[in-house]
T-cell receptor, first 113, second 112 residues
Framework: ETGVTQSPTHLIKTRGQQVTLRCSSQ?????VSWYQQALGQGPQFIFQ???????GRGNFPPRFSGLQFPNYSSELNVNALELDDSALYLC????????????FGQGTRLTVV | QKEVEQDPGPLSVPEGAIVSLNCTYS??????FMWYRQYSRKGPELLMY????GNKEDGRFTAQVDKSSKYISLFIRDSQPSDSATYLC????????????FGSGTKLNVKP
């Protein structure tokens, strides 16, 4: 296990609803990135948080937003859910410094119906 | 065109075979190249990391990067059934090991 935990593991929401996904980073890690992995695809970078500030964003609309807390845990919020938002959402935590590896959680499987 | 292209497979090989997995990319700014392994219902785990061009070996795994051709490879020697998983290549332009561009993954099945 990587020490990165995500909750919930599975979630079913209705189109138009809002969802919040949570990630607890590994101890000592101050950076969290979120990725969306559609079925049969590789993960796509959504955004990164470093010391509570957004530090880069991928090609995702503003209805995808995030937050990082003083303990470096993080939330991903998605508003106005669409069917195409159905995917595995992964968070990965890392720390500063040379040759630092990013450790992934097991993901949250979101289904939008 | 996607920034990172990877043959999705599936790739099925007998136990003991040499496996070759490949990715091509279009962004010449990519400097850091990773290979991740992802088992079903799990998050990806880092297998190999390479900076710029060259080869890197770790046990049964060898990673190769050819920046002039924008082509990276992962070789698995003496493949085992436990190697059956999806293999993802990932790349980054920054010294930021948490802001990657991933390939779509190649599903590998090693038959006993």
């Amino acid at each position: 296990e990587t020490g990165v935990t995500q909750s919930p593991t599975h979630l079913i929401k209705t189109r138009g609803q809002q969802v919040t996904l949570r990630c607890s980073s590994q101890s000592g890690h101050n950076t969290v990135s979120w990725y969306q992995q559609a079925l049969g695809q590789g993960p796509q970078f959504i955004f990164q948080y470093y010391r509570e500030e957004e530090n880069g964003r991928g090609n995702f609309p503003p209805r995808f937003s995030g937050l990082q807390f003083p303990n470096y845990s993080s939330e991903l919020n998605v508003n106005a859910l669409e069917l195409d938002d159905s995917a595995l959402y992964l968070c990965a935590s890392s720390s500063e410094g040379l040759n630092t590896e990013a450790f992934f959680g097991q993901g949250t499987r979101l289904t939008v119906v | 065109q996607k920034e990172v292209e990877q043959d999705p497979g599936p790739l099925s090989v007998p136990e003991g075979a040499i496996v070759s997995l490949n990715c091509t990319y279009s962004n010449s700014a990519f400097q850091y190249f990773m290979w991740y392994r992802q088992y079903s219902r799990k998050g990806p785990e880092l297998l190999m990391y390479t900076y710029s061009s060259g080869n890197k070996e770790d046990g049964r795994f060898t990673a190769q990067v050819d920046k002039s051709s924008k082509y990276i490879s992962l070789f698995i020697r003496d493949s085992q059934p436990s190697d059956s998983a999806t293999y993802l290549c990932a790349m980054s332009a920054e010294y930021n090991f948490n802001k990657f561009y991933f390939g779509s993954g190649t599903k590998l099945n090693v038959k006993p």
